[in-house]
């Protein structure tokens, strides 16, 4: 179990280029979730997959962003033509998909729009 | 949207006193998880408690769960200084999804 991987850690990108971040989920978890967080505030629920499939998508994810699992192994979430207003700690976890587990998070993508 | 509000927003207290904060939801749960979040860092997973479980421990923690008053709370006893860190509570939206929704959050100091 080596834990849920993010990458890159942080991005710096000029207004309107595209973005892309990884998550390498645990590999038994059948369940990814994408949130992003802001500054003071709590994560907010993004989208997430049960295996390849994606299940539920939040309405804060405009048609800018898109998310794919693959396989059902990585997922990469797209920010395309990005706005300063997507500054924001991305997060993302995986689980089991059982009611008695929580969430295991990685270390979360930091992206900074200029 | 936030279905949980932490109480209180911030919270600063002396090494060895417990800290307790308050966590309030909107609509029926069937678990309620408290989270905790070094800054700059990932969320890690506290403990879960049931709706059909008033309380439940796990070191220094104590979790306590009003499906009544919609309500829980999370006492750390004999806080230290590596406490510090913002604490959320997440609630579970509908049955099957494991959706949790995340509260705003109390950010704890323990000061040595």
């Known amino acids: 179990d080596t834990g849920v991987s993010q990458n890159p850690r942080h991005k710096i990108t000029k207004r309107g280029q595209n973005v892309t971040f990884r998550c390498d989920p645990i590999s038994e978890h059948n369940r990814l979730y994408w949130y992003r967080q802001t500054l003071g505030q709590g994560p907010e629920f993004l989208t997430y997959f049960q295996n390849e499939a994606q299940l539920e998508k939040s309405r804060l994810l405009s048609d800018r962003f898109s998310a794919e699992r693959p396989k059902g192994s990585f997922s990469t979430l797209e920010i395309q033509r990005t706005e300063q207003g997507d500054s924001a700690m991305y997060l993302c976890?995986?689980?089991?998909?059982?009611?008695?587990?929580?969430?295991?998070f990685g270390s979360g993508t930091r992206l900074t729009v200029v | 949207s936030q279905q949980g509000e932490e109480d209180p927003q911030a919270l600063s207290i002396q090494e060895g006193e417990n800290a307790t904060m308050n966590c309030s939801y909107k609509t029926s749960i069937n678990n309620l998880q408290w989270y905790r979040q070094n800054s700059g860092r990932g969320l890690v997973h506290l403990i879960l408690?049931?709706?059909?479980?008033r309380e439940k421990h796990s070191g220094r923690l104590r979790v306590t769960l009003d499906t009544s008053k919609k309500s829980s709370s999370l006492l750390i006893t004999a806080s230290r200084a590596a406490d510090t860190a913002s604490y959320f509570c997440?609630?579970?939206?509908?049955?099957?999804?494991?959706?949790?929704?995340f509260g705003t959050g109390t950010r704890l100091k323990v000061l040595a």
């Open positions: 997440a609630t579970d939206v509908k049955s099957g999804t494991y959706k949790y929704i």
């Open positions: 976890a995986s689980s089991r998909g059982q009611a008695d587990y929580g969430y295991t």
């Open positions: 408690i049931r709706s059909n479980e």
